[in-house]
């Protein structure tokens, strides 16, 4: 990692440690000193969103909706940048006694927020006051489980939430006579020589920003292992170590990295899209999200095949169950106090069956709600859009175990560069997936005893 980004990210952290001491509560009938209340006819709910171009609108159509359903609250939608932008003016929003009512944060900042009391309102607990259902047990599996504390509850709402597939050109594997596409990271291996003997230019690509989480953080998942210690992080911040080195990751990456050598695995480094590899059919295969799913079908000039990812053969445990990325809805500290209701009754539409599933029909995010997926099924929506069903059956494959419930890790964007570095030696040949990996374990290992030093008590 640069030394700019070690820079910024440190300064976020101290910017996060400041903002806690200056708010201890969390409590949605404790706000701060500093809050007052808002004027006006209907009150105003700030909501601060990384959604823009077509999903922006698909968030701004739900937010008119809740609008127009009520009169006693207005919920003000505004782009914030990315994540990691939403992220930061968050806390020093918080810092600085400004902040939004809502924020939408990112799966990767998730135990950042979560070891900062006193910075946001746990969901549950604003459910719970303001007398609305809501449990965990009413969103599916690998969506809930990502957002739970250890004794079952939501501090946030799950909303925008996607997982890992695999996308395949039809025509492509129809050519080399490939019937079906592959379950098991040895058949997609045995699946090369026909691939290349059918012309193809290349056989795989992944996600160009997170590679790291489908092909490290989701790899593992799926096949049932445990991404680093102490339950990913769930148990414990303390004594929490990456499992990199773990012999399965490894033969992933010598598997990747041996493809790459033969120019037949493509990935430009994270700030460069791979979708153009795909969609233009120079890869025969496309391990990304399955909120691309619009994006992809719409771009290919081929029929696009979605299927579940592969697992490593010979594996008991696999296929167990993905979990979400994306970014869920919390609810923060400090504001005034007449707005907590309304933060409520947002969240509570948000979580609607009608809600929901506008959402997942328009974006190809899944629903986060078992109602809303039922809803789906019921209605025909899986049988005319067979392929948004994939990623719904990932993430509830099999109930979580304790270590397949996410990823729990502080600064879990720091440690995802650090990998990324690793990635880009591997598949660049200046390095053995071994070695890569070990020194990625190494520094991730050294950022996750940074957060347990600052929050670990």
Wanted: proline fraction near 5%; aromatic fraction near 10%; include cysteine.
């Amino acid at each position: 990692m640069s030394f700019r980004m070690r820079s910024a990210s440190k300064a976020l952290s101290a910017l996060l440690a400041t903002a806690v001491g200056l708010l201890p509560a969390t409590s949605a009938s404790a706000t701060s000193s500093m809050a007052t209340s808002h004027s006006g006819s209907r009150v105003p709910i700030t909501f601060w969103s990384a959604m823009s171009g077509t999903l922006g609108a698909a968030l701004g159509h739900l937010v008119n909706e809740f609008n127009s359903s009520q009169s006693t609250y207005k919920v003000n939608l505004l782009y914030k940048g990315s994540y990691s932008t939403v992220l930061s003016a968050t806390i020093a929003a918080v810092r600085a006694h400004h902040a939004p009512d809502i924020a939408q944060i990112f799966d990767a900042g998730t135990a950042t927020m979560m070891y900062a009391p006193g910075v946001y309102v746990p969901v549950h607990q604003l459910m719970s006051e303001y007398h609305f259902k809501f449990s965990t047990s009413q969103f599916i599996g690998g969506a809930a489980s990502y957002y739970e504390t250890a004794q079952d509850q939501l501090d946030s709402l799950p909303f925008n939430s996607s997982t890992p597939v695999l996308y395949y050109n039809r025509p492509l594997l129809a050519k080399a006579g490939i019937k079906s596409p592959p379950k098991t990271w040895t058949q997609l291996a045995n699946d090369v020589k026909p691939l290349v003997s059918a012309g193809a230019k290349c056989i795989l690509s992944a996600s160009g920003a997170y590679i790291m989480w489908t092909d490290m953080e989701q790899f593992d998942l799926w096949n049932g292992y445990p991404y680093a210690t102490q339950n990913n992080g769930y148990d414990s911040i303390k004594n929490v170590k990456l499992l990199l080195t773990a012999k399965p990751m490894v033969q992933h990456w010598d598997f990747l990295g041996t493809l790459s050598k033969r120019g037949l695995y493509r990935w430009n480094g994270t700030t460069n899209s791979t979708v153009p590899f795909f969609t233009n059919g120079t890869c025969a295969f496309y391990d990304n999200s399955s909120a691309d799913i619009n994006e992809i079908e719409a771009g290919a000039k081929f029929p696009v095949g979605i299927t579940q990812l592969p697992v490593v053969a010979g594996n008991p445990a696999a296929p167990q169950n993905t979990v979400v990325g994306g970014a869920s809805l919390w609810a923060l500290s400090g504001v005034p106090q007449n707005t907590y209701r309304g933060d409520a009754e947002f969240l509570h539409f948000m979580m609607s069956v009608s809600a929901q599933d506008y959402w997942a029909s328009h974006t190809g995010y899944v629903p986060v709600t078992n109602a809303a997926a039922n809803h789906l099924h019921k209605v025909g929506f899986y049988k005319t859009h067979p392929s948004d069903l994939v990623a719904v059956l990932e993430l509830t494959h099999k109930p979580p175990k304790p270590w397949t419930r996410g990823i729990r890790l502080g600064y879990l964007p720091e440690v995802r560069v650090d990998e990324a570095s690793a990635i880009a030696a591997i598949l660049s040949g200046k390095e053995s997936a071994s070695s890569a990996l070990a020194s990625a374990q190494a520094q991730g290992d050294k950022v996750l005893a940074e957060f347990a030093s600052q929050y670990g008590g």
